[in-house]
């Protein structure tokens, strides 16, 4: 997978549910990137973090959290407040400052049933 | 903040045709543009970036120009080839790293053999 590995590859929840997506890289990047991919709207910054125990909420934060207490992972919560779950989720991650490389993970695909 | 704009928004080309897919950009002190592809099902990858000291970056049938003046850049594909076929994203970032990289919404390109 490149270095970047997201799990579960599809995940269903049940409506008033938290569930939690993996992200996994061991590439040594210190910056790490949830974005969100709906059809039409392009990739959506959710969450960003540039070093460890630091991060910053992007453009469409709300109803997600986040934690990264190791540099290898980035894990991203979908918490009920998000009303609209349903959707492809894309890990990234990139050297860090003045590296313009970013690598993507494969995607989870999240649907609330 | 940056608003990317990207068209068309589906484009098909017979086999061996060029292909061009342009985006804009609003934020004049972005200086990275970078442009993925996405196969379906896969995770998005980079292809070509260009930086604003360069006006055009070539790599093999790939080509990637940049008019910083009107705050566009395109993608420029020759002797397309059924491979071809995918989701096109362009981006533009002010810096590297940090929460920077804005996308576009896309273009889904189609080769007819």
């Known amino acids: 997978d490149g270095g970047i590995t997201q799990s579960p590859k599809y995940l269903f929840r049940k409506e008033g549910q938290n569930v939690t997506l993996s992200c996994e890289q061991n590439?040594?990047?210190?910056?790490m990137y949830w974005y969100r991919q709906d059809p039409g709207q392009g990739l959506r910054l959710i969450y960003y973090?540039?070093?460890?125990?630091?991060?910053q909420k992007g453009d469409i934060a709300e109803g997600y959290s986040v934690s990264r207490e190791k540099k290898e992972s980035f894990p991203l919560t979908v918490t009920s407040a998000q009303k609209n779950p349903t959707a492809f989720y894309l890990c990234?991650?990139?050297?860090?400052?003045?590296?313009?490389?970013?690598?993507f993970g494969s995607g989870t695909r999240l649907t609330v049933v | 903040g940056e608003n990317v704009e990207q068209h068309p928004s589906t484009l098909s080309v017979q086999e061996g045709d060029s292909a061009v897919i342009k985006c804009t950009y609003s934020d004049s002190a972005s200086n990275y543009f970078p442009w993925y592809k996405q196969e379906l099902g896969k995770r998005p990858q980079l292809i070509i970036d260009?930086?604003?000291?360069?006006g055009e970056k070539k790599d093999q049938r790939i080509a990637v120009t940049l008019n910083k003046t009107a705050k566009h850049f395109s993608l420029h594909i020759t002797e397309t080839q059924p491979e071809d076929s995918a989701v096109y994203f362009c981006?533009?970032?002010?810096?590297?790293?940090?929460?920077?990289?804005?996308f576009g919404t896309g273009t889904r390109l189609t080769v007819i053999p």
């Open positions: 981006a533009a970032s002010r810096r590297a790293g940090a929460n920077n990289l804005f």
């Open positions: 260009i930086r604003s000291n360069v």
């Open positions: 973090s540039q070093i460890v125990n630091d991060f």
């Open positions: 990234a991650s990139s050297v860090g400052v003045d590296n313009y490389g970013y690598t």
């Open positions: 590439l040594n990047h210190d910056a």
